[in-house]
């Protein structure tokens, strides 16, 4: 899917396509790569009136306001910020994660349906919280196939391809993949972010080090891996081997909203400062390896 440049006064490195934003130059000016797949809230019509549940209900699947972290945080970075919802499709599941209680395109199989699944958070959700199911009906197989290849793999071809990019110009690509979580407990006790790498699988263990370190200057508990490791953008597009690094973070949505956990609230100043010492940490992590590249 093409995307276009959008309208307004830095309208050069804002590029939009059906499904998501990309900000940032063509080619990237930075090794660290953002990304927020949870936030999006343009809601399609045929989304809507296949609805079970109120609208308002499907606000439990979002990140909820993620992006705007990650938009007053960015500089040169070159960032994606997905505009449908996760309820549409999630872009954090893989292609084959197809929920058979929902989804007529969901590949039999002998093998026990994932916990993921078993929730209905495959890759087009059946469930939402305590609202319950999602849909009046079950979905064809063609339509699940329409939102995959309308918004699933052009968001991951994207992705990969501005990480190529960054690998090539600075030998090595970092992605920070921005989400947001429930409050995990008291707040005095509890971590308020949890970076995730795959239990190192996705991304080297000095960069977990790095952000670890940043927010306890912060003041912030951190605890990784726990209960967040990374879902399947992490696992797609990271490959330490090759120096393409990938690390999921999950800010505690009590950080930067509102006490009802719904709108920006007082303490996204403090979450934008947050995640701008996570990337100059990261980018400074990876700098010997972007020099010895240039």
């Known amino acids: 899917m093409p995307l276009r440049q959008c309208d307004g006064t830095h309208s050069h490195d804002v590029v939009t396509g059906e499904s998501f934003v990309r900000h940032g ?39 909820r306001h993620a992006d705007a972290i990650a938009l007053a945080a960015r500089r040169d970075e070159t960032l994606f910020v997905a505009t449908r919802p996760r309820a549409w499709i999630d872009l954090n599941r893989a292609e084959h994660e197809r929920d058979p209680r929902l989804d007529d395109g969901a590949w039999p199989h002998g093998a026990p349906l994932s916990a993921k699944l078993r929730s209905g958070l495959g890759l087009v959700p059946r469930r939402v919280g305590n609202a319950g199911d999602i849909w009046q009906r079950r979905l064809s197989a063609d339509e699940v196939q329409q ?3 309308a918004d699933h793999r052009p968001w991951h071809a994207a992705i990969d391809a501005v990480l190529a990019s960054a690998r090539a110009r600075f030998g090595v690509a970092v992605l ?21 790498d795959r239990f190192g699988k996705s991304a080297a263990g000095r960069f977990l080090g790095r952000i670890e370190g940043v927010a306890r200057a912060h003041g912030i508990r951190t605890m990784a891996n726990t209960p967040y490791s990374g879902g399947h953008i992490l696992e797609r597009h990271g490959d330490p081997r ?14 930067y909203l509102d006490p009802a956990l719904d709108q920006p609230g007082p303490g996204l100043a403090t979450a934008v400062r947050l995640l701008r010492d996570i990337i100059d940490a990261v980018a400074d992590e990876a700098l010997p390896g972007a020099i010895a590249a240039e």
Request: a positive charge; proline letters at 12%; aromatic letters at 2%.
């Open 147 to 149: 939102r995959i290849h």
């Open 242 to 255: 090759r120096g393409v690094h990938a690390i999921q973070l999950e800010f505690d949505r009590a950080l």
């Open 176 to 196: 920070l993949d921005v989400h947001s979580m429930p409050p995990l407990g008291n707040p005095a006790t509890a971590a308020r972010l949890v970076p995730g």
């Open 25 to 63: 130059a063509a080619e990237p000016r930075s090794p660290v790569i953002l990304s927020v797949p949870h936030a999006g809230r343009d809601y399609p019509d045929a989304l809507r009136a296949a609805l079970r549940v109120p609208l308002a209900a499907l606000r439990g699947l979002e990140d």
